[in-house]
């Protein structure tokens, strides 16, 4: 799951970066509404997370920039605008969701939680596809019952394949929720996450669809 955050509080955008970073997304992080919005066009997120307080243009006008073009791309609105009216106009103007600051890390991660159910049309937070089930409330991975202790981007590909069980992702895709702007990828680092995963879950839960990427099939 790729998430955008809009945030110009350096150190707020640090903290959640890394935050939400060790919770199993991959962030990428713009400081002004003109290069959030650059950012929707050129490769939208799976969700946007959008202070309202932006250096070069109120964030509610970056709001209605966004749903222009993606009438359907979950924005959480982050704000010290508390007001009732404040509230509505976000939401009538397209917000998925309105988060006052200051706010415990907890609750926004519940917010995004609920935000992944919408896109995935789940009602719960554990998704399960055969024996493994994967938990995105706890982070935990099971399979036949068995937990299973997973690094970060191992969990991260598991989460993105499960999601989509029965789809095949491009590997441009994968690396897009697996990595942020400027992250190093070595050139066969998706392949020994797929290895990996494998001598974890058994050999044949992860199909290869060659010259394409990989899919999880449908039991």
Same mark, same amino acid.
């Given at each position: ?69 993606? !009438? ?7 704000? =010290?605008? /508390?007001?009732? %009216?404040?509230? *509505?106009?976000? #939401?009538? $103007? ?82 897009? !929720? ?7 990828? =070595?050139? /066969?680092?998706? %392949?020994?996450? *797929?290895?990996? #995963?494998? $001598? ?20």
């Amino acid at each position: 799951m790729q998430i955008l955050l809009v945030e110009d509080d350096v150190e707020l955008a640090a903290a959640l970066v890394r935050a939400l970073r060790a919770r199993g997304y991959a962030v990428n992080q713009v400081g002004n509404g003109r290069l959030a919005l650059t950012a929707v066009r050129t490769e939208a997120p799976d969700i946007v997370v959008l202070d309202l307080g932006l250096p070069d243009m109120d964030g509610l006008q970056v709001l209605r920039g966004i749903r222009a073009n993606e !009438r359907h791309l979950p924005v959480l609105v982050l704000t =010290a605008r /508390n007001s009732v %009216e404040d509230l *509505v106009e976000g #939401l009538d $103007r397209g917000a998925d969701d309105y988060l006052p600051k200051p706010f415990a890390m907890s609750e926004l991660l519940a917010r995004l939680r609920v935000l992944e159910r919408r896109l995935g049309t789940s009602t719960s937070s554990e998704i399960r596809v055969g024996e493994v089930s994967l938990d995105t409330a706890r982070l935990e991975v099971r399979c036949d019952g068995v937990a299973i202790d997973l690094p970060r981007r191992e969990y991260m590909l598991l989460k993105a394949l499960m999601e989509n069980a029965g789809k095949v992702l491009s590997r441009a895709s994968l690396e897009s !929720r697996l990595y942020g702007w400027g992250e190093e990828v =070595a050139s /066969n680092a998706l %392949e020994v996450h *797929v290895h990996h #995963l494998r $001598r974890k879950l058994g050999t044949q839960f992860i199909q290869t669809v060659r010259g394409v990427g990989y899919r999880i099939p449908l039991p």
